[in-house]
């Protein structure tokens, strides 16, 4: 079975750094593009950044170019998400999924990706 299991949020005050880490398993990892979103109370689900193994093109949205760096171990099946500088506007939920298709430009999933249960990222102000 395809499995995403997504860590590593918690509460931090403005400035402060967390890292989020996707473990996956149950498909080939090296092949497939993986993504992170995230949703804050209220608002729609959003984009942040991708990662295709396949061939290291990475997509951040604009709130986070510069901020935000998503790396992948294929040796652990892991995509990490290193979040620096936050801000009280990245709290949300951050999930992991895998993707359709992810290059510089963009990031696309489809009703047949696989999300991780998402973990709490809270910036206080």
């Known amino acids: 079975d395809v499995q995403l299991q997504a860590s590593g949020g918690g509460l931090v005050q403005a400035g402060g750094s967390l890292r989020l880490s996707c473990a996956a398993s149950?498909?080939?990892?090296?092949?497939?593009?993986i993504g992170w979103f995230r949703q804050a109370p209220g608002k729609e689900r959003e984009g942040v950044s991708c990662?295709?193994?396949?061939?290291?093109?990475?997509y951040y949205t604009d709130s986070v170019k510069g901020r935000f760096t998503i790396s992948s171990d294929n040796a652990k099946n892991t995509v990490y998400l290193q979040m620096n500088s936050l801000k009280p506007e990245d709290t949300a939920v951050y999930y992991c999924?895998?993707?359709?298709?992810?290059?510089?430009?963009?990031?696309?999933?489809?009703?047949?990706?696989?999300w991780g249960q998402g973990t709490q990222v809270t910036v206080s102000s």
């Open positions: 999924v895998t993707l359709f298709y992810c290059s510089s430009t963009g990031l696309g999933v489809s009703d047949f990706g696989f």
């Open positions: 990662i295709n193994n396949s061939d290291e093109s990475t």
């Open positions: 149950g498909f080939t990892f090296d092949d497939n593009a």
